[in-house]
Antibody, heavy 125, light 106 residues
């Protein structure tokens, strides 16, 4: 059974940095693309980034490009999100999700077939 | 960017009812659409992908249809756990945009 557990969320001041982790189990982690998605309090879902199974391809939403970085350690079955220059509008629950590729051409896109329980990041002075 | 608009925003129904939720895309997305259910305080759960394919383990009371710009999620014989929020998500583009959500209330 796929199991994803996020950690690292906490309160941080604007301009600060934070690194989130996601521990994966129950599937062959190195065979799957992974993604981060967030949900601001009382709001909808926003896809942020995804990373290929070997970490060689990364795609980011414009909202976080240049500030957030996704990475993975397949030896540790772990996914990471490095968040820099945090803003109040980055306050949200951050979910890691397994990304299932469905469209291969002309763009590589897909859906999120398993999600973690989320970790809350609060950016406030 | 592709915009995804769901309607209604809120829907009231009763146990055993049949409900329909609509998702419209601002441009043609073929059948690259997924539906998710989110119970309060929980993570989203994939229900449907490729507009009409039921994810493993999801009850057949859930069904999806549509292509191009208009899509529907139909839930029949509503059960207590079905009262949740539902989101559509396009994956025709890298944006992987979600709709704003539909809250299904008892």
């Amino acid at each position: 059974q796929v199991h994803l557990v996020e950690s690292g969320g906490r309160w941080v001041k604007p301009g600060g940095s934070l690194r989130l982790s996601c521990a994966a189990s129950g599937f062959i982690f190195r065979d799957h693309y992974m993604s981060w998605i967030r949900q601001a309090p009382g709001k909808g879902l926003e896809w942020l980034l995804y990373i290929s199974h070997r970490g060689l391809s990364i795609y980011s939403a414009d909202a976080v490009k240049g500030r957030f970085t996704i990475s993975r350690d397949n030896a540790k079955n772990s996914l990471y999100l490095q968040m820099n220059s945090l803003r109040a509008e980055d306050t949200a629950v951050y979910y890691c999700a397994r990304f299932s590729i469905d469209q291969h051409f002309p763009v590589l896109t897909g859906y999120f077939d398993n999600w973690g329980q989320g970790t809350l990041v609060t950016v406030s002075s | 960017d592709i915009q995804m608009t769901q309607s209604p925003s809120t829907l009231s129904a009763s146990i055993g009812d049949r409900v329909t939720i609509t998702c419209r895309a601002s441009q043609n997305i073929s059948n690259w659409l997924a539906w998710y259910q989110q119970n309060p305080g929980k993570a989203p759960k994939l229900l449907i992908y490729r507009a009409s394919s039921l994810q493993n383990g999801v009850p057949s009371r859930f069904s999806g249809s549509g292509s191009g710009t208009e899509f529907t999620l139909i839930i029949t014989n509503l059960q207590p756990d079905d009262f949740a929020s539902y989101y559509c998500q396009e994956y025709n583009s890298y944006s992987h945009t979600f709709g704003q959500g539909t809250k299904l209330e008892i």
